[in-house]
């Protein structure tokens, strides 16, 4: 059997994966010297603690170890596996991403240019995100549909933001709009 593509390895585990109630974001396969690398990324709504990941690291490594038993899978001399969450420097690409970061700065680079905003409510389509930027005193709403979307990241914040705001984060998107 060939060393398994990272193809394989997702249709392997992604029902693993769904029945934790995650999704999978990121499967990487390295095979590097004696020992080959898997390193996959999972988040949920409601974002995974470290026993979660324990967990599913644990059932992943038993999922890997029984296939190659099989003869399905040849890591070679061994692997190591990471299980673990997106990191906050993951670009926001899909619909749950926003949602997932809703209330939280987020920086978009349009061509060079980076603006900060408030990420707000989805539509209920999941195709448009309330934004909210802050000009002087004032707040202003916009709306960034999705499949137009410029790269976009999570900023660390270190002071916590005016409460005006956040309730505007927290408003439905209706209510934002209006």
């Known amino acids: 059997m060939a060393f398994p593509t990272t193809e394989s390895l997702t249709e392997l585990i992604e029902p693993l994966v769904a ?70 420097d993951n670009p926001l690409t899909k619909p749950r991403h926003w949602r997932r970061n809703r209330s939280r700065l987020v920086a978009l680079d349009y061509d060079g240019t980076t603006r900060v905003a408030r990420i707000g409510a989805l539509n209920d389509a999941e195709t448009a995100v309330v934004l909210i930027e802050r000009n002087k005193k004032l707040l202003e709403v916009t709306v960034l549909e999705l499949a137009e979307s410029p790269r976009a990241v999570v900023e660390i914040e270190f002071a916590k933001p005016a409460q005006e705001e956040l309730s505007l984060a927290e408003s439905t998107f209706d209510e934002a709009t209006a």
């Open 19 to 88: 029945s934790h109630k995650f999704d999978l974001e990121e499967l990487k396969v390295n095979k590097a010297g004696p020992k080959s690398a898997v390193s996959i990324k999972v988040d949920s709504d409601s974002r995974p603690d470290l026993d979660h990941l324990e967990i599913l690291s644990k059932e992943v490594g038993e999922l890997f170890d029984a296939a190659e038993q099989r003869g399905d899978l040849n890591f070679g001399a061994g692997y190591t596996l990471e299980v673990s969450t997106p990191g906050v």
